[in-house]
């Protein structure tokens, strides 16, 4: 079910819902008014991030950017406590 934008021709309240295709009217959440209307709203512009996989993949990547560095930090102390060289 996709979510529509509605606006209350009683109170001109503005809001969304989430409604099958073929529902005509949704009541106003403001005064309960059956009267409203469904809006045309804007699409997304095509060079907008795309959230999901690619995103988390990212995330993904600099978590483990991070823990490495932890590692590589962890082991230097670790030489240094032992008296190695690097």
Not at 27 to 37: D, K, L, N, V, W
Request: glycine share 10%.
């Amino acid at each position: 079910m996709p979510i529509y934008e509605f606006e209350c021709e009683e109170c001109g309240a503005g809001f969304e819902e989430l409604v099958a295709a073929g529902t005509a009217a949704v009541a106003c959440p403001e005064c309960g008014s059956g009267r409203t209307r469904r809006l045309i709203s804007a699409v997304s512009p095509p060079g907008r991030t795309p959230r999901g996989a690619r995103v988390r993949s990212d995330e993904s990547k600099r978590r483990e950017r991070v823990a490495a560095r932890q590692d590589r930090i962890t082991e230097s102390r670790r030489r240094r406590a032992a008296g190695e060289k690097p």
